[in-house]
């Protein structure tokens, strides 16, 4: 299982609210590709989100999102963490 | 206090040790600017790297990197978070 970050570019303008309903159409699939999405981050001004992922593949992880109705601009592996 | 998530674009084939070392200077002197780096991730191979934290402003987050002497490529204040 590996680390991932996403960034989505376009959810300008979106409220707390938004963002959880979102998340939560991930929650709901992300099993059936082995994926877990631990947290996520909105700025909303600008639409720009980050999501920090545990999956089997980049494409796993993208395709959660594809499904869910909101894909994702960019993925990263991120095998280093440092706290 | 506000959060962020900064992006690094030029740390590239890094290794965990120089990422452990970079994020030590960090949190040496990040209190002088009442800042907090809680995780950070980094892909070695285009060494992209993402960092979290809470502080005053997006000014102080960047003022901590460009001390440090990696300064950060673009830092998006995060209010909403979900997991």
Redesign the interface.
């Known amino acids: 299982m590996a680390?991932f970050?996403d960034v989505h570019s376009g959810m300008v303008g979106a409220t707390?609210k938004d963002?959880?309903m979102a998340?939560e159409k991930d929650t709901a699939i992300e099993a059936d590709e082995g994926v877990h999405f631990?947290?996520?981050?909105?700025?909303?001004q600008?639409g720009?989100a980050?999501c920090?992922s545990t999956g089997p593949s980049k494409e796993a992880v993208l395709r959660v999102h594809e499904r869910a109705g909101h894909p994702a601009a960019e993925v990263?592996?991120?095998?280093?963490?440092?706290?």
Request: charged share 30%; glycine share 0%.
């Open positions: 680390r970050m707390e963002f959880r998340h631990e947290r996520s981050w909105l700025y909303p600008t720009k980050f920090l990263y592996e991120v095998p280093v963490e440092v706290s």
